[in-house]
């Protein structure tokens, strides 16, 4: 288990907690949580995964979880995902972005931010980042190890909590210009 670092190891739920239980107490409830689920979906993951390891998949899902609200996207997010990997392409997700910005982050994203090296600004640097960007739930790990199948290789937010799926880049600018730059 890659335990060096914290972010994603602890599974988002509500837990119970009593009199002289001590933070790393709870903390340890939500740990063990968190083994044993990704231990279950590992263990039904599709044949042809691009993610190597139960620890990849976390980060996949932390990825998932922070780039959608949308809970019938997840799949879809994952698919995407999964087919840029496949053909040596970027991820190029915002959320991996803001979440190298840090502090820094008030809101916005600029080109420059998008140009910034990181190590998880998935727009300059190929595969996923080293570590979680977030604390998935278990539908987002579920995505990670079952990517919706498909063509759709781009998506842009609609500003609904939803997102526009298109196949090509051309399609894909057409609903940049649509739902962004046209607001």
């Known amino acids: 288990r890659e335990d060096t670092f914290p972010e994603g190891w602890f ?3 509500t837990y119970r907690y009593h009199l002289g239980m001590s933070d790393v107490d709870i903390l340890s409830q939500a740990l063990n ?7 279950q979906v590992w263990a039904e993951r599709d044949d042809d995964l691009t993610i190597e390891t139960p620890y990849e998949a976390l980060i996949m899902a932390s990825l998932i979880e922070r780039e959608t609200g949308a809970p019938e996207e997840r799949r879809e997010i994952a698919g995407v995902f999964k087919r840029r990997m496949e053909r040596g392409m970027r991820l190029q997700t915002d959320p ?3 979440y190298g910005m840090g502090e820094r982050y ?3 994203i600029t080109r420059a931010d998008l140009r910034e090296a990181t190590s998880y600004n998935t727009y300059v640097i190929d595969g996923m980042p080293p570590t979680p960007i977030a604390m998935p739930g278990r539908a987002s790990l579920e995505a990670a190890v079952k990517p919706l199948p498909g063509e759709t290789l ?3 937010s609609r500003g609904d909590g939803t997102h526009h799926f298109s196949r090509t880049l051309r399609e894909h600018n057409n609903a940049v210009n649509r739902y962004i730059r046209n607001r």
Do not use: K
């Open 106 to 108: 008030d809101g916005r």
């Open 33 to 39: 949580r968190m083994e044993r689920i990704l231990e």
């Open 96 to 98: 991996t972005v803001i």
């Open 154 to 156: 781009y998506f842009v």
């Open 11 to 13: 599974f988002p739920d």
